[in-house]
């Protein structure tokens, strides 16, 4: 079995779970800020690097571990997915996870503790990039841009329009009668 790597106890995501023991049914509250790191992102949308994450966990110590329930509050900036203007907005994600003192067997997947000691920082960036909007608005209602010439639909008049010409028929365009030349035959 391979070892665990230590967790440094000064990291923003480690918690210490000393206090708590190893009795099923004994509990501790945990409300920590902490800095975002960078790479919390999808395409459109991110939690900048640095900005204030809060933490607001319950430990409760369980028969085969600790499992850990709360919420994560983060800012995310992003941009709008209709018409590219900045967007600022809040994500909050419920967490559950159970930190197992000793694997089962090999192909199991659950986090460990490593001695007393729990890293958040895994199962929280996996809730917020999940909690994470796929495709961003400044408002449900925005229109976007113009598919034609990119003007922000928010800003043009309600009638705006471009003259477009299938360019597969662009050649019988060609042959159709101009209005100057209609009113040349007509007089004749």
Not at 17 to 31: A, D, I, K, N
Not at 62 to 73: I, S
Not at 83 to 106: G, M, N
Not at 123 to 129: E, S, T
């Amino acid at each position: 079995m391979t070892a665990l790597p230590a967790l440094d106890p000064r990291a923003p995501f480690v918690l210490d779970t000393r206090e708590l023991g190893r009795r099923p049914g004994s509990m501790t509250r945990v409300h920590r800020t902490v800095d975002a790191p960078s790479g919390w992102s999808l395409e459109l949308v991110q939690v900048p690097a640095g900005a204030s994450v809060e933490l607001d966990f319950r430990l409760e110590s369980v028969v085969d571990g600790v499992l850990v329930t709360g919420e994560v509050h983060a800012p995310i900036r992003a941009e709008c997915g209709r018409c590219l203007d900045p967007v600022e907005d809040d994500v909050d994600v419920d967490v559950q996870e159970l930190f197992t003192y000793e694997r089962v067997d090999a192909s199991d997947e659950q986090p460990l503790l490593v001695g007393d000691f729990i890293d958040l920082e895994p199962l929280v960036r996996d809730a917020i990039v999940l909690g994470l909007p796929a495709n961003p608005v400044c408002a449900e209602d925005c229109p976007g841009l113009c598919a034609t010439c990119g003007a922000r639909l928010a800003d043009v008049e309600d009638n705006h329009s471009h003259d477009e010409l299938d360019p597969r028929w662009a050649a019988l365009a060609r042959l159709a009668p101009t209005p100057d030349t209609t009113n040349e035959t007509t007089e004749s």
